[in-house]
C-alpha cells in the first residue's frame, strides 16, 4: 500500500468514528469504504492490534455511526446520534449545498436550504460534542463562502460561522476549494484546511481522453477571472504550459440579482488559435460566465475547450450547457462529487466526474493518526507522475 494510507507503528489519536450526514449518505459510504480497505492492508499494524492495546479495534467493518435530524410539524428539528461515541475522534461530513432534500412544515414539504443544513450540522455536534474525544467537520462546499469579504453594509456569514464552529468546541475544519482561502483568518488560531482538487481533474480527463497533447505550443490554462489566478498558476506550471486570463467588465452603475452585471468578458494572455484550452475555476453556479469564457475561446479559434470546477451546483439547470455543447463551443465539464449531484447530470455526453472519496478517505485516516497533511495537501508529486505516464503512451 502506498505511504498515504499506512503510518507503521503511529497510534490513532483515538478511535476513529464517522458521521456522513444525510446530505451526503451515499459519499460518506464510499470513503467508509477506503478507510476499511486501507486498514485491511496495514500490515504493520494489524501484527500489534492483539498485543498493543491501542491498536485493537483498528481494521473494523465499518466506521460509520448512524444519526438522524428528525423535525416536529411545526419545522424545528434535533440531532440523535444512535450509538456510543465516547471517547472517539469522530469525523461529520455534510453537504450543505444538497438540495433534493426535504423536510415537513405545518403539513407542507419544504426544500432544504444550505442554513437548513447547517442547522442540522451544528445539532450533530452538540449531540457529540459531551463524549467525543474530538470532533472535525467536512464541509466540502463551505456554508456561505462565496460571500468571503465585504465591499458594503453586509454579512460575512461565513467568518461567522467558522467562528462559531470553533467556539462549540471543533477541532479541524475541513474544505475543499474555497472560494477565497483567506476566510481562515476568521480563526486564526485554530485548523482550518482548503484541499485542491486538480489532480483529480486530470486523472478523469486524460483517463477519458487519451489525445491531449501536454506541450507548451498545444494545450493552455485559462483562468475564468483573477479569483482562480492561483489554481490556473498552479496547473499551467506542472504541465509546462502556458496560461491566460480573462477579467469581467462590470456595470457598476446598477445591480441585478444581487451584483454588478458583467458587460464583456476581457482575455490576457498569448494566443489560444488551434489550442486545446483548461478553464479551471472553484464552482459552477449558474454556469453564465463560464459558458460565456468558452464562447470567448472559441471565438478566439481554440481547437478544444474543457472546463473544470470542483463544484458543480448548475443553479439554472443543464439547457444552456447541452445547447453550447451542441454548438460546440466546449468538449467536457468536469466537476468533483464532493457536492450533490442530478443523476440527469450524470448521463450529460459532455460531463465527466472526479471522484474525490479516496482523498477524502485519506485525509481523515491522516488526522486520525494525527500526523502532518502536508502530502495530502500537495498533489505536485502524483500529478508529475500522471503525466509522465500518459506521455509514455503516446
Known amino acids: 500500500m502506498s505511504k498515504d494510507y499506512t503510518f507503521k507503528n503511529t497510534i490513532p489519536l483515538a478511535p476513529l468514528k464517522i458521521i456522513a450526514m444525510d446530505n451526503c449518505a451515499a459519499f460518506g459510504k464510499k470513503v467508509d469504504d477506503y478507510i476499511v480497505g486501507f486498514r485491511k492492508n496495514d500490515q504493520e499494524i494489524l501484527k500489534q492490534r492483539e498485543s498493543n492495546i491501542e491498536f485493537r479495534g483498528y481494521d473494523?467493518?465499518?466506521?460509520?455511526?448512524?444519526?438522524?435530524?428528525?423535525?416536529?410539524?411545526?419545522?424545528?428539528?434535533?440531532?440523535?446520534?444512535?450509538?456510543?461515541?465516547r471517547g472517539s475522534d469522530l469525523f461529520i461530513?455534510?453537504?450543505?449545498?444538497n438540495y433534493s432534500m426535504t423536510f415537513p412544515m405545518y403539513g407542507k414539504e419544504h426544500m432544504m436550504s444550505p442554513d437548513d443544513h447547517y442547522q442540522d450540522l451544528k445539532r450533530i455536534i452538540s449531540t457529540a460534542m459531551t463524549?467525543?474525544?474530538?470532533?472535525?467537520?467536512?464541509?466540502?462546499?463551505?456554508?456561505?463562502?462565496?460571500?468571503?469579504?465585504?465591499?458594503?453594509?453586509?454579512?460575512?456569514?461565513?467568518?461567522?460561522?467558522?467562528?462559531?464552529?470553533v467556539s462549540m468546541g471543533v477541532t479541524n475544519i475541513i474544505t475543499f476549494d474555497a472560494h477565497d482561502p483567506r476566510i481562515q483568518n476568521a480563526i486564526p488560531l485554530h485548523d482550518f484546511d482548503s484541499f485542491p482538487a486538480v489532480y483529480q481533474f486530470m486523472k478523469a480527463l486524460l483517463t477519458k481522453d487519451k489525445n491531449i497533447p501536454i506541450d507548451k505550443d498545444s494545450l493552455m490554462i485559462i483562468s475564468p477571472d483573477e479569483g482562480a489566478m492561483g489554481r490556473a498558476v498552479y496547473l499551467a506550471n506542472n504541465l509546462g504550459v502556458d496560461m491566460g486570463m480573462f477579467y469581467k467588465r462590470r456595470d457598476y452603475s446598477r445591480i441585478v440579482n444581487g451584483k454588478n452585471p458583467i458587460v464583456a468578458h476581457e482575455f490576457l494572455g498569448a494566443d489560444v488559435a488551434g489550442k486545446t484550452v483548461i478553464i479551471v475555476d472553484d464552482m459552477i453556479a449558474s454556469g453564465d460566465s463560464m459558458l460565456d469564457t468558452a464562447r470567448e475561446l472559441k471565438e478566439r479559434k481554440a481547437k478544444n475547450i474543457i472546463v473544470c470546477c470542483t463544484f458543480g451546483l448548475f443553479t439554472s439547470g443543464f439547457e444552456n450547457f447541452d445547447r453550447y455543447y451542441e454548438a460546440g463551443y466546449f468538449d467536457y465539464v468536469i466537476t468533483t462529487n464532493l457536492n450533490y449531484r442530478k443523476p440527469e447530470l450524470l448521463e450529460k455526453p459532455w460531463y465527466l466526474e472526479a471522484d474525490m472519496t479516496k482523498y477524502v478517505a485519506t485525509i481523515i485516516n491522516t488526522l486520525n493518526h494525527d500526523v502532518s497533511l502536508s502530502g495530502a495537501m500537495s498533489h505536485t508529486e502524483k500529478l508529475q507522475r500522471l503525466i509522465n505516464n500518459y506521455k509514455k503512451m503516446d
Do not use: W
Open 60 to 85: 473494523r467493518d465499518s466506521y460509520l455511526v448512524s444519526s438522524s435530524c428528525p423535525r416536529f410539524g411545526s419545522g424545528e428539528g434535533k440531532g440523535m446520534i444512535n450509538e456510543s461515541v
Open 93 to 97: 461530513i455534510s453537504d450543505v449545498t
Open 131 to 165: 463524549s467525543a474525544r474530538r470532533v472535525n467537520v467536512i464541509m466540502p462546499f463551505l456554508y456561505e463562502s462565496r460571500q468571503h469579504k465585504r465591499t458594503q453594509r453586509e454579512s460575512l456569514d461565513c467568518a461567522m460561522a467558522l467562528e462559531e464552529l
